[in-house]
Nanobody, 126 residues
């Protein structure tokens, strides 16, 4: 059983920055890819970014490409999402998750991920 705890959410003005963290514990492996998803009110949960276990491969949704950066520190069992130049449409609950397959190769499908955290709220004011 893997536990994931997200943190770092809050209220930020449009154009500002925020860094989210996701710490894992339990039966986890540094060899798994990790991802960030988000869910805005009244909308489906959507893919934001993912990173391979070594950090050499990163994947981004078009809506955040060039503004968000995903990274990880396997010694700290933590994945980060640096959010820059945020927009009101980035407002959502952000979740991290673990890819189910060790051969994850960039799928945006949330069914390829499991062991979700409780989420952290990000609110961007205009």
């Amino acid at each position: 059983q893997v536990q994931l705890v997200e943190s770092g959410g809050g209220l930020v003005q449009a154009g500002g920055s925020l860094r989210l963290s996701c710490t894992t514990s339990g039966r986890t492996s540094s060899f798994t890819s990790m991802g960030w998803f988000r869910q805005a009110p009244g909308k489906e949960r959507e893919f934001v970014a993912a990173i391979s276990w070594r950090g050499g491969m990163t994947y981004y949704a078009d809506s955040v490409k060039g503004r968000f950066t995903i990274s990880r520190d396997n010694f700290k069992n933590t994945v980060y999402l640096q959010m820059n130049t945020v927009k009101p449409e980035d407002t959502a609950v952000y979740y991290c998750s673990v890819a189910k397959s060790l051969s994850y190769s960039g799928s945006y499908d949330q069914s390829d991920f499991g062991s979700w955290g409780q989420g952290t709220q990000v609110t961007v004011s205009s």
